[in-house]
């Protein structure tokens, strides 16, 4: 059966780290595009970052380049998401999702619906 399960959420400062794990159970992430996905209490999902499977290529909104890095794990089958320099907004529930087919392009933050599988989610606060 494929799953995924995230981990790593919890409670940050202001300028503080997480690293939040995505491990695949019952297929190989590394031949699938990852993405993670936020929502925040009262607003829409957003994208945060995803990984192409073609090519290695990623993506990141812009309200987190530079801080946030996207990485796979192929030993592990698990995806990664650093998060250096965490702000309160970036408060919310973190979803990693993953699909066999979709191929990452400029306008990847609008395709949640692409993404075959996901993950539970993992709660992210970020306060003093």
């Known amino acids: 059966q494929a799953q995924l399960v995230e981990s790593g959420g919890g409670l940050a400062q202001p300028g503080g780290s997480l690293r939040l794990s995505c491990t695949a159970s019952?297929?190989?992430?590394?031949?699938?595009?990852v993405g993670w996905f936020r929502q925040a209490p009262g607003k829409e999902r957003e994208g945060v970052a995803c990984?192409?499977?073609?090519?290695?290529?990623?993506y990141y909104a812009d309200s987190v380049k530079g801080r946030f890095t996207i990485s796979i794990d192929n030993a592990a089958n698990t995806a990664y998401l650093l998060m250096n320099n965490l702000r309160p907004e970036d408060t919310g529930v973190y979803y990693c999702?993953?699909?066999?087919?979709?191929?990452?392009?400029?306008?990847?933050?609008?395709?949640?619906?692409?993404?075959?599988?996901w993950g539970q989610g993992t709660p992210v606060t970020v306060s003093s």
């Open positions: 999702a993953a699909d066999p087919l979709y191929a990452p392009d400029p306008q990847w933050a609008d395709d949640a619906g692409e993404y075959e599988h």
């Open positions: 019952g297929f190989i992430l590394p031949h699938f595009a």
């Open positions: 990984i192409s499977s073609r090519d290695g290529r990623r």
